[in-house]
Structure formats: structure tokens, C-alpha cells
């Protein structure tokens, strides 16, 4: 009887140890991996066919890697191709940013990434969030494109009318208004044309050849203060115009004849005054490429006291002779300078007939060469062993780049940041008239540049009599 007993109780601890485990490993609320794979009855962590709940299980995620990208450089548009591994295949929880800028995605597998280019990205990182994981690739150097169209004009003539019906007789320079006007100093017509921002062309003054009041003589410069006014160089008639946004006239500067006379307003002369600028604020002065004097003059605002004194170049008791010197403002030396532009604090850009871009350090007190090394065509090389045949015009954007208008080579050439000269429109070796894309476009004789603001640039297409955009993307 006792050996029973003893066999009973150790039959009962084996039980209860069994039924331990059972309910340790049958469990599926207690989160826990089975001890024993081949129980049947024990829930796995996994996609496993065989388990017995299902919604227990949990997906393994394995994390993405990038590992090439093809191409790196390119411009708008272009697809690129990125590879690498655990991907997925679903495009909703895949994105592609260039420099920032979100990309369009075309197609997703697990080992590839296919992406369109945004335009304006820039040059910068291409980033890539998948399904929560951040990724970053190489650099992606973007590619601006330069695309021209015409924008107003096109054949010689005086009418007025929307963007192409509208005639011009050899445009000259450019200016534009707070509310995105466009105004043109059309020379042959002795007029100022307005270009609305829908394309719509008018005539803003003159029309009539003459002397008076509301009469131009052939003007070729153009500039516009902070309030709108207008400032004409009106070279026929050897005086400087304002006319303010109603249209009123007052004469700035010269007019009674050519010569080269400092002073107050009766009594200063110019000799063929191309080009206008208006100063930096607190400087309340204009300044005037006289060509033929071969100097720059400025004529003070100073509570309407209009005085005119020359600014850089020889004096008008030194001979006036054409140079090409750099030094003092006094001892520079300009041959017909040209177009002007502001270029960052205190810099005036000059463009003049050595086919050279001076500079001009208003802090310093001195004239220096910007850009360009003589006649001809040399381009994507440093500003200094550039060439240039006839430049005309120039215009600065507010990052610091530099437009100009290369007249006899029939481009519109670019200065970056870093004072490297790449032509951005037009062919070198053939003037003519088309509407394209960077070298295919063809200008003929462009004498006036504007960058009109982001991504814009406009031109004076002098023997097309047309003014021609830029875009830039």
C-alpha cells in the first residue's frame, strides 16, 4: 500500500509539471516566442501559414539602403535612377527630394527608384524617405536651361498692340516699374514703350522727333527710381529727361548743345549720353555714361538742386580722348563707356569700347576691370581672360550674377559668383532671329539687358526690333 501511494504522488508532480509547460507555450496573450517549434499548439512570431492566430504576428522589416544614382547632373526633367535594396514596391511611402525640392516619382521596385528632376532645384543632396527610413545620396549638380521667346515686337515699325503685333524701330534699353511694366526706349520712333505684364504695348512718351517738351531726339538710355520716375538719356538732344508715373516732364540736365560743362542744370552740357543709373539709397544722384567725353558724370538730386560734376574719367579741361586706364576716379581712363548696372554695395559695373567691363569702387575711389581682356570670343573661362566683341549692356540679379548683352557676338553671356564667363543664349558665329533653347536661339545685334526679376531676363534685340525673355530654369 505504501509503494502505491509513493507511485500516486509522483504521478500527480509529473502531471502538473506537464501542464505547466502547456500552458506556457499554448498561451498567444502572453507575447512570449514558443520554446518548442514543432508544438502544433504554439503560436511563432512570423508569417507563419500554420499559426494559430494570425493577427499575433509581427512583420519583419528589413531597413533600405542606397547605393548608386544615375545620372548626377542634369537639368529640368531629367530622370534619374536611384538602387539599392529593400525598397518595397509601393510608391505612396517613397519620396525624392534634389537640393531640397521634391521630385516626381515614376516607378518604385525593391531594388530601384526611378524620379523626375524638379524644376529650380539647384544644385545640392538628393534625400529619399522610405517608408519612415532617411536616406541621402551624392551631390546633384542641376543644369539651368535657357529658354527664348519672344516677347514683344518682332518687325520694324510703330504700332501699338499685344506682345507680337506690336512694332519697334531699334529698341535700345530696358527698365521695369513696381508693378511689373516693362519699359522700352524705342530709339528710331523717339518713344517710350510700355510692355504690360499681359503683354500689351503702348506708348508710355514722345513719338515725335524733336526738341520741346514731350520730344525725343533719338534716346538710347533708360532707368527707373524707387517711386517710379523715369529717367531718359535723350543723346540726340545732349540732356537728361525724368518724367514721373503720370507722365509729367522735367528736364534733369543739359539740352542746349553738346559739350562738356559742369554745373547747374542750365548750364551743364553733355555730348552724347547713353546710359543712366540711379544711385544707392542715402546717395540721392544719377549717373551718366557721357560717351563721347569718354567720362562718367553724376548729377546730384539734392533737394532739387539738379548739379552735374564728372564722377570718373577726365575732367572738361583735360583732353578727352578715349583710354583705357585703371586708378583714381580722376586718373581712369573710359573709351564711349556704355551701359551700367549696380553690382553689390558700393560697385558700379561700366561697360565701355575696350570690350571690357569696368568697375567702379565708390568706396575706395577707384576704376578697375571687372571682366573681358579684348575683341573676340572666348568663353567658360575666368572674367579676366574673357572676350567680348561690342558689349553694350549689363545687368546684375540680386544673388550677384551678371548679364551682358554682347552685342556682335549676338549672346547674352553670364557671369556667375565665382567669376566664371559661360554664354547663356544666343550663337556666337550667327546672327539671325529663332526662339529656342540656349546656343540654338539666334539674336541679332542685342544691345539691352534686364534681369527682370527670378528666373527672367529681358533683351532688347536691337536688329529685330523685338524684345526677346529669357527664361530661366
Not at 525598397?87 to 537640393?99: E, I, Q
Not at 549696380?342 to 571682366?371: H, P
Request: aromatic share 6%; with cysteine; charged share 25%.
Amino acid at each position: 500500500m505504501k509503494t502505491i501511494g509513493i507511485l500516486r504522488l509522483r504521478d500527480i508532480f509529473l502531471l502538473l509539471v506537464l501542464l505547466s509547460l502547456a500552458l506556457s507555450c499554448g498561451s498567444d496573450d502572453n507575447g512570449m516566442d514558443c520554446p518548442d517549434p514543432t508544438n502544433a499548439n504554439c503560436d511563432q512570431v512570423g508569417d507563419d501559414p500554420q499559426d494559430d492566430d494570425p493577427q499575433d504576428d509581427d512583420p519583419v522589416v528589413l531597413e533600405p539602403t542606397l547605393s548608386s544614382v544615375a545620372p548626377v547632373t542634369g537639368p529640368k526633367h531629367t530622370e534619374v535612377v536611384i538602387t539599392g535594396e529593400n525598397f518595397g514596391t509601393d510608391a505612396t511611402k517613397v519620396s525624392v527630394s534634389f537640393n531640397g525640392t521634391p521630385g516626381e516619382v515614376l516607378g518604385v521596385t525593391d531594388t530601384e527608384v526611378t524620379v523626375r528632376v524638379p524644376v529650380g532645384a539647384n544644385t545640392g543632396p538628393i534625400t529619399m524617405v522610405v517608408d519612415g527610413f532617411d536616406l541621402t545620396g551624392p551631390e546633384f549638380v542641376y543644369e539651368l536651361t535657357y529658354a527664348v521667346e519672344t516677347f514683344a515686337g518682332g518687325g520694324r515699325g510703330y504700332e501699338e498692340g499685344s506682345g507680337t503685333e506690336a512694332k519697334f524701330y531699334e529698341p535700345r534699353d530696358l527698365a521695369k516699374d513696381s508693378g511689373g511694366n516693362i519699359f522700352v526706349v524705342d530709339r528710331r520712333n523717339n518713344a517710350i514703350r510700355k510692355i504690360a505684364p499681359d503683354g500689351e504695348v503702348t506708348t508710355f512718351a514722345g513719338g515725335v522727333l524733336g526738341s520741346g517738351e514731350g520730344q525725343f531726339r533719338f534716346p538710347r538710355g533708360l532707368a527707373m527710381d524707387s517711386d517710379d520716375n523715369i529717367y531718359v538719356a535723350d543723346s540726340g538732344n545732349n540732356r537728361i529727361v525724368m518724367i514721373d508715373p503720370n507722365g509729367v516732364w522735367s528736364i534733369i540736365a543739359g539740352g542746349n548743345e553738346y559739350g562738356y560743362v559742369n554745373g547747374a542744370v542750365d548750364v551743364a552740357l553733355f555730348n552724347n549720353p547713353v546710359a543712366i543709373l540711379v544711385g544707392e539709397d542715402g546717395d540721392n544722384a544719377l549717373y551718366v555714361s557721357d560717351s563721347n567725353n569718354h567720362a562718367i558724370r553724376r548729377i546730384s538730386l539734392d533737394e532739387g538742386q539738379y548739379t552735374v560734376s564728372t564722377y570718373a574719367g577726365p575732367g572738361p579741361e583735360i583732353d578727352q580722348r578715349g583710354g583705357d586706364e585703371n586708378g583714381d576716379l580722376s586718373d581712369a581712363r573710359f573709351n564711349y563707356p556704355k551701359g551700367m548696372a549696380k553690382s553689390g554695395e558700393g560697385i558700379i559695373l561700366v561697360v565701355d569700347d575696350n570690350d571690357r567691363i569696368r568697375a567702379i569702387d565708390q568706396d575706395a575711389g577707384t576704376v578697375g576691370t571687372f571682366a573681358g581682356s579684348g575683341w573676340g570670343y572666348v568663353n567658360d573661362v575666368d572674367r579676366l581672360d574673357a572676350m567680348f566683341k561690342n558689349p553694350m549692356d549689363v545687368s546684375v540679379s540680386g544673388d550677384g550674377t551678371v548679364y551682358i548683352a554682347d552685342a556682335l557676338n549676338h549672346c547674352i553671356r553670364r557671369i556667375d559668383s565665382e567669376g566664371h564667363v559661360t554664354t547663356i543664349a544666343g550663337n556666337p558665329n550667327s546672327g539671325g532671329y529663332r526662339d529656342d533653347l540656349g546656343d540654338v536661339a539666334l539674336f541679332d545685334n542685342p544691345v539691352g539687358v534686364l534681369h527682370g526679376g527670378e528666373g527672367e531676363i529681358y533683351v532688347a534685340d536691337m536688329d529685330n526690333h523685338a524684345i526677346r525673355k529669357i527664361t530661366i530654369d
